[in-house]
């Protein structure tokens, strides 16, 4: 497959552009998959601890982007269980 991708891209050069921003947004979405399916914490993937989110203290930052909260600083305003 990568071999005909490269004799398109001999035959035609402007469809290079095209398979560098197809190949960039499938990588991206990929390891933003991965990304999610390792670090979040609502995915459990050890059978042993089925709530792993209660680990989470509040100074942990679990979303990918926030934009006026600065984590070091929230204090804990719920119960231990």
């Known amino acids: 497959m990568l071999c005909q991708i490269l004799g398109q891209a ?15 947004g499938a ?6 998959l991965l990304r999610l399916a ?15 989110w209660n680990k989470l203290g509040p100074n942990d930052q679990y979303k990918f982007y926030s934009v006026n909260v600065d ?4 204090k804990k305003e719920c119960p231990d269980f």
């Open 27 to 32: 990588s991206g979405a990929t390891l933003y």
């Open 10 to 24: 001999k035959k035609h050069p402007s469809l290079i552009p095209l398979f560098v921003f197809i190949g960039t």
């Open 38 to 52: 390792l670090f979040n914490p609502d995915v459990c993937w050890d059978r042993n601890n089925p709530e792993p």
């Open 71 to 74: 984590y070091s600083k929230l």
